[in-house]
Every structure is written in structure tokens, then in C-alpha cells.
């Protein structure tokens, strides 16, 4: 059974730090595009970064310098390490499968996993 399940998700405070983990089963993640989104309430879900099977990644504008993406292929995971975390990161974060780090083509989404920067 395919799958991809989401871990890391906590409240923490303002300039604080998570690493969320997306870990595959039943797949090979070095084979795929894996992308990282997220979703706050009443807001459309966007784009956070994506990791390519070679290794490029991409990312958000607004994250660009706090957040890194990375994949150890030996776990078939796939790690998204956020710092200087903002209230505004508040969100519920979702991986998913493509072939290619582009806007859409992703066929398999985790369940998610709830961040919430607050005091």
C-alpha cells in the first residue's frame, strides 16, 4: 500500500524550530519529486518547497532562508527543517508525490500535520 505519513508537527513559539519528516511505504521516494505544502485556516493551500530525485529543491518565497529541504533515501524520508519560525507559518503541513517539482501532477498526499507558531 502506497503511502506518505507526515511527523514533526507541534506548537512552538515565535523564532523557534521543527524538522517535519514524510516517510514513504510502499515506494521508493528516490524515484519521485516529493513536495512540501501547507494549509492555514480559510487560506488556499500553497506551495511550500519541493525536492526533486536529483536533488534540486525549490522553495516558497516567504520561507526562503528559515526553511531547508532535504532527503535521506536511506530511510525513504523526507525532511523539511524549518527555523525563525512566524506566527504566519501556522498551517497545517502536507507532503506529496509527484514526478516533477511543479505546481500539480501530485498523486499521493500524507494526512498532514498540524504547525502552530504562537506564544
Known amino acids: 500500500q502506497l503511502q506518505l505519513v507526515e511527523s514533526g508537527g507541534a506548537l512552538v513559539q515565535p523564532g523557534g524550530s521543527l524538522r517535519l519528516s514524510c516517510t514513504a511505504s510502499g515506494f521508493t521516494l528516490d524515484h519521485y519529486a516529493i513536495g512540501w505544502f501547507r494549509q492555514a485556516p480559510g487560506k488556499e493551500r500553497e506551495g511550500v518547497s519541493c525536492?526533486?530525485?536529483?536533488?534540486?529543491?525549490n522553495y516558497l518565497d516567504s520561507v526562503k532562508g528559515r526553511f531547508t529541504i532535504s532527503r535521506d533515501n536511506a530511510k525513504n524520508t523526507v525532511y523539511l527543517q524549518m527555523n525563525s519560525l512566524k506566527p504566519e507559518d501556522t498551517a497545517v503541513y502536507y507532503c506529496?508525490?509527484?514526478?516533477?517539482?511543479?505546481?500539480?501532477?501530485?498523486?499521493?498526499w500524507g494526512q498532514g500535520t498540524q504547525v502552530t507558531v504562537s506564544y
Open positions: 506529496a508525490r509527484s514526478r516533477w517539482c511543479l505546481a500539480s501532477g501530485y498523486d499521493y
Open positions: 525536492i526533486n530525485s536529483s536533488g534540486i529543491t
